[in-house]
């Protein structure tokens, strides 16, 4: 092959540039992308500080995976661990992941609950459900329970397990970092690492309005480019439909710089039961950057993407400077706010369906679909760049492929976390 479109300029699409480049050298390659390159990841500054849209941590158990990550890490290995907030305090912070220590301080009598709990029986039937079998009723109700609800705006008995059952959700016996033993690290700025990504490929900023499965043909908001084959991160619903049927969750980040060193004692620190946002993220010490005298942190406020009235900056940006004023006085120095809408798919059996019936109805021999919108797969970095290698891999033996045998690489990569 010679000719691929890639539609998004996220982690997922120009990942996949780099890979074709390394498989066919001298091929056409153009990514197709309306806003800007990197999406999630890509690194802004405030005041000389790096920040990106929320917290990315490269991470993972895999040898080749930390081979492709070293081609981009200056930083040495790091382990990253979180906090979470039971009671919207920031004096009296818990471990995440959970210990069975921070179980027993909540209720001592959850001991009895703790012994019944197998974790090689799992109860798939809902969210709640599973987090019940896992980590039993009393961590579920304090640690998980609220914060499920305000990140997926449903009840954690209304989501279907297939995401969450593939991270590794247990009571730990000791303080863990939330990434385990996986190695773990941070590029401390990702812009040049998307720069080598991107190296030799053509961008187009323009926006993608519908893709011809058929004759292979991306058609934008300004012209028709006929292809070989497509390479699809982007939302089926938009791409078919034109419109956004599927359930998804965006995120308004409230940033806020701080007249001090730090804030808070890890990255990442997490609220399930109070204020509207889920956690508080602080970005030097996700990047191990060095600056003095002043720190950034942000705020994630989730919304739901078809509600017309979100996201509703004022309101988040209000409870940010409330929060900040009552437990650090006096120390911010400025804040503004940044919305994305399609962030996270939801995990609702109605969307998980109607995604399958826009794939299985326009399955071809021309394109194919992959990365966390292209699959609507709430997946990790390292699981979306794992996906790469596989699409990269599968390309040659596409268009031999039956259509079951298409469907069959689908579910396996959907159900397929590194």
């Not at 996949?16 to 890509?42: D, Q, R, V």
């Not at 039961?273 to 030097?284: A, C, L, P, Q, V």
Request: proline share 4%; hydrophobic share 35%; net charge neutral.
């Amino acid at each position: 092959m010679s000719d691929f479109a890639i539609i998004g300029g996220g982690l997922a699409g120009c990942t996949t540039a780099y890979l074709l480049k390394k498989k066919y050298p001298g091929a056409s390659i153009k990514i197709f992308e309306e806003k800007e390159i990197g999406g999630l990841c890509k690194t802004f500054h405030f005041k000389q500080i790096n920040y990106e849209l929320g917290p990315h941590i490269l991470y993972s158990g895999d040898e080749n995976l930390k081979k492709f990550f070293s081609n981009f890490l200056k930083n040495n290995e790091m382990k990253y661990f979180q906090k979470l907030s039971v009671d919207g305090s920031i004096k009296n912070l818990y471990s995440y992941p959970v210990s069975v220590e921070d179980v027993i301080k909540i209720n001592p009598n959850a001991a009895v609950e703790l012994y019944h709990i197998d974790l090689s029986k799992p109860d798939m039937t809902n969210v709640e459900n599973y987090l019940i079998s896992r980590v039993g009723r009393t961590a579920y109700e304090y640690f998980f329970k609220n914060y499920n609800i305000k990140q997926w705006g449903i009840h954690p008995r209304k989501m279907e397990t297939e995401w969450i059952s593939q991270r590794r959700i247990f009571l730990r016996d000791y303080v863990d970092s939330v990434f385990g033993k996986k190695w773990q690290g941070h590029p401390g700025s990702y812009n040049p690492m998307f720069q080598q990504l991107i190296d030799g490929v053509e961008v187009i900023f323009e926006k993608v309005q519908s893709i011809d499965v058929v004759n292979g043909k991306v058609l934008t908001n300004l012209k028709e480019y006929p292809t070989t084959f497509i390479l699809n991160t982007a939302p089926l619903d938009l791409l078919f439909e034109g419109k956004n049927s599927l359930n998804y969750r965006g995120i308004s980040w409230v940033y806020a710089l701080l007249d001090m060193d730090y804030a808070f004692p890890t990255y990442l620190t997490s609220f399930p039961n109070n204020y509207s946002f889920t956690r508080i993220m602080e970005y030097k010490h996700q990047s191990q950057q060095k600056v003095d005298g002043e720190t950034l942190i942000s705020f994630d406020f989730p919304f739901d993407s078809k509600d017309q009235s979100e996201p509703l900056e004022e309101n988040y940006q209000k409870e940010a400077s409330d929060f900040l004023e009552s437990n650090f006085p006096g120390k911010t120095s400025s804040m503004f706010c940044k919305s994305r809408s399609l962030v996270y798919p939801v995990s609702e059996l109605n969307s998980i369906n109607h995604f399958w019936d826009l794939l299985k109805s326009n399955i071809s021999n021309k394109w194919i679909s992959f990365g966390r919108l292209g699959l609507y797969d709430y997946i990790s970095m390292d699981t979306c760049i794992q996906q790469c290698m596989n699409v990269v891999e599968v390309i040659e033996k596409w268009a031999d492929m039956s259509n079951d045998e298409k469907i069959i690489f689908y579910e396996k990569t959907r159900g397929k976390q590194t």
